[in-house]
């Protein structure tokens, strides 16, 4: 599968996903919308900021930009998939880690988490972020290592290709294109 090259473009988006990923993580910032924290409204959000805050930058079932999709239509239509293995040396900051159970309550049926890592770092210190969707005081943004995600006692959350929950990496399109200066604000990333 082949993606955009190398760019400071996506290495400055990268960099300020990480940033923006930290800082909610401590505290969620006044402009995630309340009604959207959830896993993919991490996702929605993350993107959004990280470029510059265009809010129609998703596609929907009907081929449109839109600036809310689900989790579903994130990932069919928004994200390709990269790799069974988390421990692919391809990964990258954005990329999502997808679990999809048939067996849960349509709202409840996706997760996704977010992959963080810094520039040239192992898998070994790469760290996911994600909400849980709580609506109440547990209501933060959660980190965890991937070395312990892996070996976490919760089953449907190991991202191994045992696991049938997980679905794989996927990897926005948007980095095939590269920066396009209809997704930025003046003065933000280019």
Not at 24 to 42: E, H, L, T, V
Request: hydrophobic share 35%.
């Amino acid at each position: 599968m082949s993606f955009a090259s190398e760019s400071p473009w996506r290495e400055a988006v990268e960099s300020r996903m990480l940033r923006i990923a930290l800082g909610n993580s401590k505290r969620i910032s006044g402009y995630w919308d309340p009604q959207q924290r959830d896993c993919a409204g991490f996702v929605r959000f993350l993107y959004r900021e990280a470029l510059s805050g265009n809010a129609e930058l998703w596609t929907n079932r009907e081929a449109k930009k839109v600036s809310y999709v689900g989790a579903d239509e994130l990932v069919a239509y928004n994200f390709e998939f990269l790799s069974s293995n988390v421990h692919d040396p391809n990964l990258r900051t954005g990329d999502l880690f997808v679990y999809y159970s048939d067996k849960k309550m349509i709202g409840d049926s996706w997760h996704l988490m977010v992959l963080l890592k810094g520039q040239n770092e192992v898998s070994e210190r790469a760290m996911l972020a994600y909400h849980s969707g709580a609506a109440d005081e547990s209501e933060t943004l959660k980190k965890v290592w991937l070395k312990d995600l892996e070996s976490t006692s919760v089953t449907e959350w190991r991202p191994q290709i045992q696991n049938p929950s997980f679905r794989g990496v996927y990897r926005w399109k948007g980095w095939k294109n590269g920066p396009r200066k209809h997704l930025f604000k003046s003065g933000a990333v280019k």
